[in-house]
């Protein structure tokens, strides 16, 4: 598989993560196939969080690959922290504490990214950078990003963190698009104008943070998956003409589709089926024209002034 950097960071990752946010829904020889999977098609970077399952994604993967030092060598683990019931928290205490329990699930001493999950507004950024501070002289993380962040809140921290901020996870699909599309309809009176995000894509883009889009498949917060979805006629029939001429299926062009984008985005792959994983990774091998990148975006309803 194809790899990029990390951000503004020299580590190499592939051009797609796995998410493990589903892992709990494997058996554990179902587990140990999907990891296998993933492993031979080179998809080595693992995306988790603590609340995956409660921290039980994290278990089941660590078992699933059979982690040693041999195996640590080989991949890459991603984890967020962050989120807890009820609230969010980037105290130093929740942050040190999670990431103990990270490792201790993962059986490792290390994570390779940590990202704060969602943004906490009793964020403290001071307290925030002596705890990185900490993490990273212990070795317990080599590099930090931010999930679901704007650019003000990236900034506010990176005021006060010596570790650049090498990630930002973000939703974004065909039908989640609005991160580009705003950047479309600059100065005009339509809905599509409306700038929700601080111009995030730009912004990640200028001080070379890494997006990582989460939910490529879904459309809406969290509703289904737009692919083979009759609300989407015309995006489908769109989709499978090209998939259809370049013999693949739907889910490699909805891939394809966001990796084309300059930005060298990094998606989240969450499908726990290898099948599909497989579809996925042969996105990697697919250079969408500029016209079928902008005729995907018109068929999904989105408009250009």
Not at 9 to 24: F, K, T, Y
Not at 44 to 63: K, M, Q, R, S
Not at 85 to 114: A, N, P, Q, W
Not at 202 to 221: A, E, K, V
């Amino acid at each position: 598989m194809r790899t990029m950097k990390l951000g503004s960071s020299s580590i190499e990752v592939p051009v797609l993560a796995v998410g493990c946010m589903r892992m709990n829904t494997l058996e554990k020889a179902e587990a140990e196939r999907f990891v296998q999977t993933a492993l031979e098609e080179g998809a080595n970077f693992f995306d988790h969080a603590d609340i995956y399952g409660h921290g039980e994604c994290e278990e089941i993967f660590a078992d699933a690959i059979h982690m040693n030092d041999d195996v640590r060598e080989k991949i890459i683990l991603q984890s967020k922290c962050g989120i807890r019931k009820g609230m969010y928290d980037f105290s130093k205490e929740h942050i040190l504490t999670s990431v103990d329990g990270i490792l201790k699930r993962l059986k490792t001493e290390y994570l390779d990214v940590l990202l704060l999950h969602r943004p906490d507004a009793l964020v403290e950024p001071d307290e925030v950078a002596e705890t990185f501070d900490i993490l990273k002289s212990s070795g317990k993380v080599r590099h930090f990003g931010v999930s679901n962040h704007n650019p003000l809140q990236i900034q506010l921290l990176q005021k006060y963190i010596k570790q650049p901020l090498v990630a930002n996870q973000l939703q974004l699909s065909i039908t989640n698009s609005t991160m580009i599309t705003s950047g479309l309809n600059v100065n005009t009176e339509n809905d599509a104008a409306v700038n929700r995000d601080g111009s995030v894509l730009d912004f990640c883009r200028l001080y070379d943070i890494t997006i990582q889009p989460w939910s490529p498949f879904q459309y809406g917060f969290f509703e289904g998956v737009f692919l083979g979805n009759e609300k989407f006629p015309e995006l489908n029939q769109k989709i499978d003409e090209i998939a259809a001429k370049y013999e693949v299926t739907n889910t490699t062009i909805a891939i394809s589709w966001i990796l084309r984008h300059p930005a060298n985005m990094q998606p989240i792959i969450g499908t726990m089926n290898p099948n599909r994983l497989k579809d996925c990774t042969k996105a990697t091998e697919i250079h969408l024209t500029r016209e079928e990148w902008y005729s995907i975006l018109r068929a999904a309803g989105n408009i250009l002034p």
